[in-house]
């Protein structure tokens, strides 16, 4: 019985979907190669934290790997309307979701361009100009979210990344 249901199963049909998937599995690689090279060059050019290019990294390494998972999808044949579909409800439910918690995707998203094009590194003495809470303090980290800063009197303060895109900052 089990011999039977393989009869009708041939892997001749089967050796483009096989090959196209393979050459998908070497872009995926070459690219996560290409992307950590310039991204490390990026860190060492503007002398940023390793830790926060390993950040980074994950973060395109992650979108690449979905991005691998969509295409594959459609490689093989799964029943696009269905998937659309599915995609739509949960894009949608994110979508709530992310309004839900905007500062979060904005703090996030300023992360990312922190990394590339933020002109202070960690250890850099800054001020903040706001005209409600100035501060003077130390970088201390830069995280994907948020920037630990140290001041004078030794006091760590979480400030978000958003804020940093908004606010007047000076390096002293």
Not at 60 to 70: K, R, Y
Not at 157 to 163: A, D, V
């Amino acid at each position: 019985m089990l011999f039977n249901m393989f009869e009708s199963f041939n892997i001749s049909d089967y050796y483009g979907k096989i090959i196209a998937t393979i050459i998908l599995l070497i872009i995926l690689y070459v690219l996560r190669l290409l992307v950590s090279k310039i991204i490390l060059k990026v860190s060492n050019i503007s002398e940023k934290a390793e830790n926060r290019s390993k950040l980074v990294l994950k973060y395109i390494n992650s979108f690449l790997s979905i991005l691998f998972f969509i295409f594959f999808i459609i490689l093989w044949g799964v029943d696009t309307d269905k998937l659309i579909s599915f995609m739509g409800a949960a894009i949608t439910f994110i979508g709530v979701a992310l309004f839900a918690q905007w500062s979060v995707l904005s703090n996030f998203t300023a992360g990312m361009i922190m990394f590339f094009s933020f002109p202070y590194n960690i250890g850099d003495r800054i001020k903040i100009h706001d005209k409600d809470f100035p501060i003077e303090a130390k970088i201390d980290d830069i995280k994907a979210f948020h920037t630990i800063l140290i001041t004078d009197e030794g006091e760590k303060i979480s400030y978000p990344n958003n804020l940093f895109l908004q606010k007047s900052v000076v390096v002293l």
